[in-house]
């Protein structure tokens, strides 16, 4: 197949981190016969310094023009001045909500080789594989904001539509797995959380009633995700309460460095981006684990290219990358060295 695929590198080790994506796909397209075409654009800080913008015009139109993105990361400490009117995270959020991308899944298996890279008992990770469904283009994040001197406010909206969609997506997901929801709110106190409830509690009554539903409080949900993981099939959740379990659920596998997502919307066309920041503190070292990426390149080939082998592939390689102990520093075994970011990569293309 022909496919068109725009590369957004951003910042910190986003570059690093992507360039490895980027060999992965070069790979699977040799190997299995497609053409892929890479462009590259900015977003994020680059972006801000070359065109006073986060999120560039043109950037955004080769988005549109285009199959898939793959993203690094945005943000750093160059541009973090509170007060600055532009921000990398605005060129992020607005692509997310330009291409109306409203599912963002982020699935957490673990290695058995990096049981031991959890700050987690073993015993309490074992069997765990669930999948975050969180909303990306509502809620706090987008509400009005208001700021002066001494006060300041984020708004938190939901309507029933934009909670009805990224459920029912979460349904459709679960559907395919082993078909138990957990939806996550805070229904005790906000109004928004009871809109979220009652919606969830319709649709699954009226178009899943195979499914297993459960709801469950943000702040009792953190605490099970350290205390009983492997309980948790899919939990699907608003924006900010997404963002910061998912935060949480890293540890499980052990390092945020392995978590691959996807943000999808009606449409093939999806964005795909370690769950990471953009790691200021590393960057430039050649030492950022490109796991994360590599595994978006297979949710890409997955859910906007409909390649489902080409996925399972590099699914496997990166298994296989770990079990022969390519493994960079943030999950290295102690006393083992760790390996760079390209040797990583290179790895990954070898088990393919
Ligand atoms: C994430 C990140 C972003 C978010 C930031 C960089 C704006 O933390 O993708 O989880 O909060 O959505
Ligand atoms: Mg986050």
Known sequence: ?????????????????????????????AKFGHTFTLRDALLGGVAIDRTGTALPAETLALARASDAILLGAVGGPKWDDPLAKVRPEQGLLAIRRELVLY???RPVT?????????????EVLQGVDLLVVREL??????GEKTREPDRASDLCVYTSDEVRRVVRRACELARGRRKKLTSVDKANVLESSRLWRRITDELVRKEYPDLQLEHVLVDAC????ARRPASFDVIV????????????????AGSMGLLPSASLGDG?????????????DIAGRGIANPYATILSVAM?????LALEKEAAAVERAVSRAIDRGVLTADIALPGTPAATTVQAGKAVVEEL
């Open 237 to 252: 959740t608003e924006n900010m309460f997404g963002d910061i379990l998912t935060d949480e659920a890293s540890v499980l």
């Open 222 to 225: 953190a605490m099970y995700l």
């Open 268 to 280: 093939p066309r999806g964005l795909y981006e370690p769950i990471h920041g953009s790691a200021p």
């Open 103 to 105: 599912a963002n899944l």
């Open 300 to 304: 890409l080939l997955r859910y906007s």
């Open 110 to 122: 673990i290695h058995p080789k990096l049981v031991g890279a959890s700050t987690l008992r073993p």
């Open 1 to 29: 197949m022909k496919a068109s695929i725009l590369v957004l590198a951003g910042d910190g080790i986003g570059p690093e981190v992507t360039a490895e994506g980027t060999r992965v796909l070069r790979a699977v397209g």
């Open 137 to 142: 283009i509502g809620g706090i994040y987008f």
